[in-house]
């Protein structure tokens, strides 16, 4: 108990696909605890594979808002009991898986602004009676919550919508017709209509759901949802992670009224005005003061998505690269001038409101590694390694790319396996189980250099590439061990 009391400290959260993190900072940057909630493990009643639930179409992708919140609640009781001092707590932001979008119902800011220190935050904001956690067969997960949940119900729609969704292409299409195109559209928010983007999930809601879309009061991304559970009311969406959504007008950092308009009525008072990524957007709720013991004066800054918080956190510098294996893998490096393409993105950068981060994005990442590892390395990391070490730098010029679920970049699904002479090999069997672990882990760094010098990086002797092993989630490794990365 001792360890953790009179220590000044900060503390960052880290709301991802898989898992509730949180870390605490001292004044010289020194980690001195750490927790983590993992939802498939920690949460079974919610019913999650990987963090979400994938629908039958095999596009909807989903994850239930209240799990987020009792994963919170979970962490937060658990440092109340090992005595950590939240009293020396002087500020804390967090992060947020990108894209996730939050649908706050009519009357969510009374409760939030009225919560009591005598119960958890998700007794408080979940409905009066239960719901399904996961729809049955039929029932879209953008059902509205019953009218008899009327009482404590906070949110419109009780399953959100995540980064792995890819359920909106007619609504992308839609979009970038009303703006003029693919590229005119990526010119103004720094990419193309992709569907995980929360412009395009808002204008499915409005479609297929006009009455939930008509009870929300607010839409959060997943960062700034964080956010308003510690404030105590609506927190604002950064610069950084709004860049995401298809809707941020990324060179004067405000909605696109043209955009705002192809999604759905009223979007921008429902959304709210953003803020620069490192904005204090006030103090922590009384509620956190009353129940577990922080300071009134405890700062909350603004969260970010798990991307920009990344490129703050590693403390990347034009010209520096870096590679996150996480759930998704993504390549993101500092820009000055930003140059929007048809291919990957262009985000406001979390540092400097002023400059930019470049970002590619691969949804098939640590999730496909660890099916690979499993059908032909007997579940084990060692025997992974062992086989990539047996097998030649090259593969001998066979290529294989493995996709499970629709991929983003490129836009394809599907196992394709290619021998040097070009041809395409339909059938497993005629490669031996290490080719197989060789090319999952050599392609997508090929891709990764590919993209980036389309993206205009230029890698001079001073320039930094870093690979990580998910550096943003932190649930232990998410992918190969270090030795495959470097491969």
Not at 299 to 311: R, W
Not at 470 to 482: A, Q
């Amino acid at each position: 108990m001792a360890e953790h009391a009179g220590r000044r400290c900060c503390l960052g959260w880290d709301f991802s696909t898989q898992q509730v993190k949180v870390v605490a900072v001292d004044a010289e940057l020194n980690v001195f605890y750490e927790d983590s909630v993992h939802f498939d493990r920690d949460l079974l009643e919610f019913g999650t594979q990987g963090g979400v639930h994938v629908h039958e179409d095999g596009l909807t992708v989903t994850s239930p808002v209240l799990m987020w919140v009792q994963a919170l609640d979970i962490i937060l009781e658990k440092m109340k009991a090992s005595g950590f001092d939240f009293s020396q707590v002087l500020a804390l932001s967090g992060a947020g898986q990108q894209h996730g979008s939050v649908y706050w119902k009519a009357g969510a800011s009374q409760v939030l602004a009225s919560l009591s220190p005598d119960l958890l935050l998700h007794e408080q904001l979940q409905p009066s009676r239960t719901l399904l956690r996961v729809p049955p067969s039929g029932i879209s997960p953008w059902d509205v919550m019953p009218p008899g949940d009327a009482g404590k119900a906070c949110f419109s729609i009780s399953d959100c919508p995540v980064w792995m969704d890819s359920s909106t292409t007619a609504q992308c299409r839609q979009l970038e017709a009303t703006v003029g195109g693919a590229q005119a559209l990526s010119c103004l928010t720094g990419s193309r209509a992709y569907e995980r983007f929360t412009g395009n999930q808002i204008a499915k809601l409005y479609q297929q759901n006009p009455e939930a879309y008509s009870h929300t009061e607010r839409i959060s991304l997943v960062s700034s949802f964080a956010a308003s559970l510690f404030l105590g009311s609506h927190s604002p969406i950064d610069y950084s992670d709004g860049s995401g959504m298809n809707l941020l007008r990324i060179q004067d950092k405000v909605w696109s009224q043209a955009c705002l308009g192809a999604c759905a009525p009223h979007l921008e008072e429902k959304l709210g005005l953003p803020v620069p990524s490192c904005s204090v957007v006030g103090a922590i709720s009384s509620y956190f003061v009353q129940r577990y013991g922080f300071p009134p004066g405890c700062k909350v800054v603004a969260f970010t998505g798990d991307n920009p918080a990344s490129l703050a956190g590693m403390r990347l510098e034009e010209g520096d690269i870096a590679v996150s294996l996480g759930t998704s893998d993504t390549l993101f490096l500092w820009l000055q001038e930003p140059t929007p393409t048809l291919e990957g993105h262009i985000f406001c950068n979390p540092v400097d409101p002023q400059h930019y981060m470049a970002l590619l994005c691969f949804k098939n990442g640590s999730l496909m590694r660890e099916k690979i590892r499993d059908e032909l390395a007997s579940s084990s990391w060692s025997e992974f390694s062992k086989a990539l070490q047996s097998t030649e730098m090259g593969n001998c010029g066979n290529l294989g790319f493995y996709f499970d679920v629709m991929e983003i970049t490129p836009e394809i699904i599907g196992r394709h396996r290619f021998s040097a002479e070009n041809h395409e090999c339909l059938r497993r069997r005629f490669w031996p189980p290490e080719e197989h672990l060789t090319t999952e882990t050599s392609c997508r760094p090929c891709s990764w250099n590919r993209c980036a010098l389309f993206r205009g990086c230029e890698v001079s002797p001073k320039s930094q590439i870093s690979c990580c092993p998910n550096p943003r989630s932190v649930s232990g490794l998410r992918g190969p061990p270090p030795a495959v990365c470097h491969t």
